[in-house]
Nanobody
Framework: QVQLVESGGGLVQAGGSLRLSCAAS????????MGWYRQAPGKQRELVAT???????NYADSVKGRFTISRDNAKNTVYLQMNSLKPEDAAVYFC???????????????WGQGTQVTVSS
């Protein structure tokens, strides 16, 4: 059993910053790619950023230069530092991770429940 729990969301004014965290727990053996997605009301869930086990990163064009993804493998945690926030960044942010468990389960993607980010203008 694996679960991902996000934290750090909240209300921030435009131009401000937030730092999101996502901790994976349970019967984890290894974690490959981790990432952040977001979903605004009435819109599809979209990729924000990903990071590999070797710290290679990818970002959506809309957040390049403003957001930074990182991870702490000892804590099974991925972070998203969000700077220069814009109203269009407002959404529920979801954590995602590719994980295999100590019970030799196939590599699978797991999702967190999401954390709300609200940006006021």
């Amino acid at each position: 059993q694996v679960q991902l729990v996000e934290s750090g969301g909240g209300l921030v004014q435009a131009g401000g910053s937030l730092r999101l965290s996502c901790a994976a727990s349970g019967s984890i053996f290894s974690i490959n790619v981790m990432g952040w997605y977001r979903q605004a009301p009435g819109k599809q869930r979209e990729l924000v950023a990903t990071i590999t086990s070797g710290d290679s990163t990818n970002y959506a064009d809309s957040v390049k230069g403003r957001f930074t993804i990182s991870r702490d493998n000892a804590k099974n945690t991925v972070y998203l530092q969000m700077n220069s926030l814009k109203p269009e960044d407002a959404a529920v942010y979801f954590c995602n991770a590719n994980i295999t468990t100590k019970f030799y389960t196939p590599w699978s993607y797991y999702w967190g429940q999401g954390t709300q980010v609200t940006v006021s203008s």
